[in-house]
């Protein structure tokens, strides 16, 4: 058997490594080894663990959905804490989840001031965001992790999903912000964003959440 460090290990932007057969205690081991600080994230499922390297189409996409998420909780005067890419795992269930961007919304009083989380006696985030570019998202583990609502962006489009019954449902809606065209809204902002960059397409999209309310 030949054993190889995490630092011989090189994957390119846009790639993934997947390791297999991968115990709780080993996934424990590599991201100590990875640290905090770093641009790779990671899914582990049944013993199956996923580092990938993010793309700048990626980043830039889930930038933008995060800023648009601050947004329509701004405009609509909701409160929340904003967890980011945290890392989620519990070994009883043998998974661990690092989201693109993920909100406390309905329990963001529970999260205020808190630096790491510990799914033992903290709830899973209300809202995930995940952007697809060079993988697929592990909805398995958001199940596991039971995050109310997810939201996927692939193939440019964006899917919105809802916690019913102990499975995802896909839905036209969101739960969190009832009666916004939230999908429109953030197609509109996303195609914007493409022709006249970032700050110009945030502003208009905060506008036309006004011109709604």
């Known amino acids: 058997m030949v054993t190889l460090q995490l630092r011989q290990l090189d994957v390119p932007p846009g790639q993934r490594l997947v390791v297999r057969d991968l115990l709780w205690a080993e996934l424990e081991s590599i991201l100590a080894e990875l640290g905090d600080h770093r641009a790779a994230r990671i899914a582990y499922n049944d013993e199956v663990l996923e580092i990938r390297m993010p793309l700048p189409k990626h980043e830039r ?15 609509l005067e909701i409160d929340c804490e904003c967890f980011g890419s945290t890392t989620f795992k519990r070994q009883e269930m043998s998974y661990g989840i690092e989201p693109d961007e993920c909100f406390y919304i309905q329990n963001h009083q529970l999260m205020v001031g ?100």
């Open 61 to 75: 996409t889930k930038s933008i959905l995060g800023d648009a998420v601050k947004i329509l909780l701004e405009e």
């Open 114 to 213: 808190k630096d790491r989380v510990d799914l033992s006696i903290d709830p899973p985030p209300d809202l995930a965001i995940e952007v697809d570019v060079t993988s697929k998202t592990q909805i398995s583990a958001y199940l596991k992790l039971k995050v109310a609502e997810l939201w996927v962006y692939a193939d440019d489009d964006l899917k919105i999903y809802t916690l019913q019954a102990g499975a995802y449902q896909s839905s036209t809606v969101s739960n969190i912000f009832r009666g916004l065209p939230v999908l429109t809204l953030i197609q509109n902002l996303l195609e914007r964003s493409a022709t006249i960059g970032r700050s110009q397409s945030l502003r208009d999209f905060r506008q036309d959440i006004r011109a709604l309310l």
